[in-house]
């Protein structure tokens, strides 16, 4: 069963009730692309002719910035693997690990049900930010939580300007099932014929050095992925 919506104004927090079964709905981002385009994200991942943006801010070793970061932890029965980037330039590989963490961010609190934590906020503001919140509120009404295995893979990352980009991605999420948070119980079972569904993300440089989530947009049964 797989639950889609039409546009509205407030999809950032309804397309969230997309992915409450999180082995058919997609349960991080799932099927919102009822939401409103990404400004400049219409070839974002493509090749084009436009001249190379002005190279953004931002530390030349990400994976030892010296960022005091929020400890995070994932449930043992969900498996979160990101592929490896392909690219080694400083920037972009800090991008992308941010982004990773922010996705780690959400499912910290969708499988250990603790909404105060604050690692959600130190990753995604704006648009993202509610759109999250709506994701785990549901999780949290219906006491569910997702498990199994989630695949991310093909990261791109096209840079706007020096403290904006888009980040884009697939997500495989045929592995995934949805469980009852308290006895464990399955509620439903992994689709293991589910398509990838493919991301967009708007990011910016927050005041605290990180790669924060401000905008989703997401392409369910993406032939791209």
Not at 1 to 30: F, I, N
Not at 178 to 183: E, G, L, R, S, Y
Request: contains cysteine.
């Amino acid at each position: 069963m797989k639950r889609r919506l039409a546009g509205s104004a407030v999809a950032g927090l309804v397309a969230a009730s997309l992915l409450v079964t999180a082995c058919s709905s997609d349960a991080d981002g799932g099927d919102d692309g009822a939401a409103a385009p990404i400004e400049g994200a219409g070839g974002a991942g493509e090749t084009g002719e436009d001249p190379t943006p002005e190279e953004p801010a931002g530390d030349p070793t990400p994976e030892d910035d010296g960022i005091d970061r929020p400890e995070i932890r994932v449930a043992d029965d969900l498996e979160m693997v990101f592929e490896e980037p392909e690219t080694d330039d400083p920037v972009e590989r800090a991008i992308i690990l941010d982004s990773q963490r922010q996705l780690e961010a959400v499912y910290e609190v969708v499988t250990n049900h603790e909404p105060e934590n604050e690692s959600i906020s130190f990753y995604t503001q704006g648009n993202a930010l509610l759109r999250e919140m709506g994701l785990i509120d549901i999780f949290l009404e219906e006491r569910s939580a997702s498990a199994g295995r989630m695949f991310y893979f093909d990261w791109g990352v096209e840079i706007l300007d020096r403290e904006s980009a888009l980040v884009t991605f697939c997500r495989d999420y045929s592995e995934i099932y949805t469980k009852d948070f308290a006895t464990g119980e399955v509620i439903e079972e992994a689709d293991g014929e589910a398509l990838p569904t493919r991301y967009v993300n708007r990011v910016e440089l927050g005041d605290n050095g990180v790669w924060q989530t401000h905008e989703k947009e997401a392409e369910v049964d993406s032939p791209r992925c």
